[in-house]
């Protein structure tokens, strides 16, 4: 049997949306900090930066678990 000439759809996809998370992560992260917002804005988007950090989590859960069942090409 050959081995698969690349990762399939579900890989792609979980390792782009952990990657574009990790980047929205990154450039949320650097405007809360740097930027000057209004208390309830702030606020608005630290929940925001938790969620998407929860969901990359989760994202990577999934990477690693298809990683686990499913061979590399």
């Given at each position: 049997?050959?081995?698969?000439?690349?990762?399939?759809?579900?890989?792609?996809?979980?390792?782009?949306?952990?990657?574009?998370?990790?980047?929205?992560?990154?450039?949320?992260g650097w405007?809360m900090?740097t930027?000057s917002?209004?208390?309830?804005t702030?606020?608005?988007?630290?929940?925001?930066?938790?969620?998407?950090?929860?969901?990359?989590?989760?994202?990577?859960v999934?990477?690693l678990?298809?990683?686990?069942?499913?061979?590399p090409?």
């Open positions: 049997m050959s081995a698969k000439p690349r990762y399939d759809a579900v890989a792609i996809t979980l390792h782009w949306v952990i990657a574009l998370g990790i980047i929205f992560e990154l450039a949320l405007s900090a930027l917002f209004p208390l309830a702030k606020f608005t988007l630290y929940q925001l930066h938790k969620s998407v950090g929860v969901t990359v989590l989760l994202a990577v999934l990477r678990l298809w990683r686990a069942t499913h061979k090409p």
